[in-house]
């Protein structure tokens, strides 16, 4: 299915369950062209309260996934009011899904509502995360724990699961120290790779190293370079 068809699902899918939407944002995979046999189609819809049912609130939001038409949707609905607030968590959690959504996603419908939105969105986005010097450092903390307890470990499970712990925490911290707001899975690694392709490329590389030593070994280095190990006295 291409980008049109999948525009043609999410607008038939509207019109049967948010008949009042004025907004409708096709994002994800669907509006990049990156598109495989397994992507959902990802779907922000704006409209007023009423839409959602006589009780909604004027801030209402609601996230649903839905099956139509053999196609998984991931359906992001609020009302002016809700996606700000909704947006706002976002922002805090230095994941900001629904701004990128909004700002990135290719409109199928765009009511008055839409530009003020997609404003806001954009400029809260172009300051970047704000995270304060405490939470960095709690952060590196983590990390060097995460370090000693994989060049100790033994048990391949313990090893994969504290490899994959550590990747994450990686490519978190290295992303925040870019400038770059973070993601979840595979929206991790791009970010990451937006904002320091050179950190990607250093993270890629623990990602592939099977010894837990030598992985340890390459982590430390990429932590080295992101401020360093925690090892002093720290209150959490």
Do not use: N
Not at 22 to 29: D, F, R
Not at 125 to 151: C, F, K, M, N, S
């Amino acid at each position: 299915m291409d980008a049109d068809d999948a525009a043609s699902v999410a607008l038939r899918f509207c019109d049967a369950e948010y008949r009042g939407a004025t907004t409708v944002v096709l994002g994800g995979s669907s509006s990049t062209g990156r598109r495989t046999a397994t992507s959902d189609i990802d779907l922000l819809v704006i409209a007023p309260a009423s839409t959602f049912g006589a009780t909604a609130r004027d801030d209402h939001g609601e996230a649903r996934v839905a099956h139509r038409d053999g196609e998984r949707l991931d359906v992001f609905a609020y009302t002016v009011a809700g996606f700000r607030v909704w947006a706002e968590r976002d922002f805090a959690s230095l994941r900001p899904v629904l701004p990128f959504l909004l700002t990135e996603g290719t409109p199928l419908r765009t009511g008055d509502e839409f530009d003020a939105l997609r404003r806001w969105s954009a400029e809260r986005l172009e300051v970047g995360p704000q995270p304060a010097a405490p939470q960095l450092e709690l952060r590196r903390y983590a990390i060097t724990d995460l370090i000693d307890d994989l060049a100790d470990a033994s048990d391949p499970l313990t090893i994969a699961a504290i490899h994959a712990d550590l990747l994450r925490a990686l490519g978190e911290l290295a992303t925040l120290a870019a400038g770059g707001w973070l993601g979840s899975g595979k929206w991790l690694a791009r970010r990451l790779r937006a904002v320091d392709p050179a950190a990607a490329e250093l993270l890629e590389a623990f990602a592939g190293e099977p010894d837990p030593a030598r992985a340890a070994a390459a982590a430390s280095r990429m932590l080295d370079g992101l401020g360093g190990r925690v090892d002093t006295d720290f209150t959490r």
